[in-house]
């Protein structure tokens, strides 16, 4: 996923000779005030209006984002102060735009400054995680199909098997565990396919179909991608939704959550509004003894990286209902 083609509000606003110009995006009378902006080093910036004195909160909530300075400046007027984010790379235009998007989105109904403070600094919370991780760049459409497959087993997990935290804590696949779903002693791979692929699927490392675990399985997630209708969701929705159910219940799991998507390299962003996805079928198998598979214990020395595919008619033996997976 690109965005190469797309004009950025920054190319036409000038470089200063000092301090930096701005450009007031659209806003009602009572919005507050937002701004694109440019420094006189160049650099991409996004300003948010204050009214009033926010130094204190700045300084209590403030934090460091790797790519990205934030300064709080003093006004002409001194009843307001001016939030500055500033993109350190050129390079990551694409993805500071983004950011700033959802940005506007979240402040556009907001007309207090201190509630407009709290919500911009808890966002740049989050892209802090998301720019210092390992996968600082837009999800593939693959990626983002398999993110979607995981976060629907993630909501089948917290509803019949475990509370909500102990379900996100579940979803070891972000921090890098050989499976994406690993509780009490078992192991599950998701895999997610489009409704018009072949009857296979693929498997990307000798590690994942192998665990210590007593009980593995392998659940497989066929996706249909679907215009707008009540059925279908796009994986921004999806997030809302889990978002939402946590709340009620674990504020600790919203924000363990947020981590392990970020770690994924997922934050909420235009771009993923589209595509939307419908479940078509949700299929588990239990990987026992004669289950075809590559596991690295049984690969002759000197082979590494192993990728194949499995022939799905040929599994049909190791059926087993969703409800097998969270028995044991």
Known sequence: ??????VMPWDQIKIPDAEYNVRLLAAGTDSIPLYWGKDTGGHCLFIIELQGDHSEQFQKDSTTVHGI???LRAFDNPSKQRLVLKLEKHVDQDIFLSLCETLIRSLHPLTDPVVALAVTLTHIKRWKTFMSGRKSRFLSHEELRGLFGE??????????RLDEKAAVEAWVGPEGGHQDFIFGNTAVEIKSVSGKERNTVRISSEDQLETLCDNLFLVIFRLNEMSESNQTMSLNALVRLIEEELNDTDAVAV?????RLAAYGYIEIDEYDAPKFVVATRQAYCVDNGFPRLICSRIPEGIVRTTYEIELEKISAFKCDMVRVTEN
């Not at 996923?1 to 797309?6: A, K």
């Not at 976060?151 to 019949?160: E, G, K, M, T």
Request: avoid cysteine.
């Open 1 to 6: 996923m690109t965005m190469t083609n797309r």
């Open 69 to 71: 300075s934030l300064d």
């Open 151 to 160: 976060l629907q087993f993630l909501r089948f997990l917290y509803q019949r």
């Open 255 to 259: 924000e363990e959550l947020l981590r």
